[in-house]
């Protein structure tokens, strides 16, 4: 019985850490519904709601002249996380995703979407660097407002690029079980792109609301939504609070 439970939670892990770096997941590839689009707008919202946390968080420290001490370590873990999501996903598509819709798709030109991923890439370090201060100074806190405001610039641009071309030009083309077995090797790779999980995991969850992290977490076992997530990893994640959803 423990083991079962144990195999039950992997797998539970696996596929909730998977499906979050990649635009799919198992769950959705059923039926004849849009399983792309709409895995890859999830992911997109995880990524996006952030960027305009921490520029609003950051604004508030700017305007009033002082640093948030009692907040940045958690500030710092939730910009640190966010650039880790980050890569992981962008990493799986450039690998994995833009690969086999180039051959699955005669004359597909994903260059365009490639090209962003370079822009945004050198930001995203930048930042990872930046955040890294256990002491920040105004300066810093100035300086990683402005790569942030510079990422969104180029991420809303890139998102909206991005979800329209798997929309339009991919998801038609490709069967549920394509789509299947593109998540199920994205998956794997998220999975290795996804530490530590008992900071990412919670970050991507409490970065939804409503149906979104429901939908996310419906395949989840109890004891991981109910249990581990919010008692067992609380104390690594907790300092994160002030800038997640409730």
């Known amino acids: 019985m423990k083991i079962s439970r144990r195999r039950m939670l992997s797998q539970s892990l696996y596929i909730a850490i998977g499906s979050f770096f990649v635009p799919i997941s198992t769950s959705f590839a059923t039926g004849n519904s849009k399983h792309l689009s709409k895995g890859l707008e999830l992911i997109h919202k995880v990524l996006s709601r952030p960027l305009d946390v921490g520029i609003s968080h950051l604004d508030r420290c700017l305007s ?5 001490i009692e907040n940045h370590a958690g500030f710092k873990d939730y910009i640190s996380s966010l650039v880790t999501v980050f890569f992981g996903h962008h990493h799986g598509e450039d690998e994995i995703m833009f690969p086999t ?6 004359d597909a030109d994903f260059s365009e979407l490639k090209k962003q991923h ?3 890439h050198p930001l995203a370090e930048q930042i990872k660097d930046k955040i890294d201060i256990d002491s920040p100074t105004i300066d810093n806190y100035r300086e990683i407002r402005s790569l942030l405001q510079d990422t969104k610039d180029l991420w809303v641009k890139h998102r909206e690029e991005e979800e329209q071309t798997v929309e339009l030009d991919v998801e038609p083309v490709l069967s549920s079980k394509e789509q299947i077995e593109l998540s199920e090797k994205l998956g794997k790779h998220g999975q290795s792109m996804s530490k530590p999980v008992n900071l990412i995991l919670p970050f991507i969850i409490y970065n939804l609301e409503g ?3 429901d939908e996310f977490t419906s395949d989840m ?8 997530l919010p008692v067992i990893w609380k104390k690594k994640w907790a300092k994160m609070k002030p800038f997640l959803l409730a």
């Open 101 to 106: 819709f180039e051959e699955k798709i005669k």
């Open 118 to 120: 370079k822009e945004l």
């Open 64 to 68: 009033s002249n002082k640093i948030d």
């Open 211 to 213: 149906d979104d992290r």
């Open 221 to 228: 076992p109890w004891i991981l939504k109910k249990f581990v």
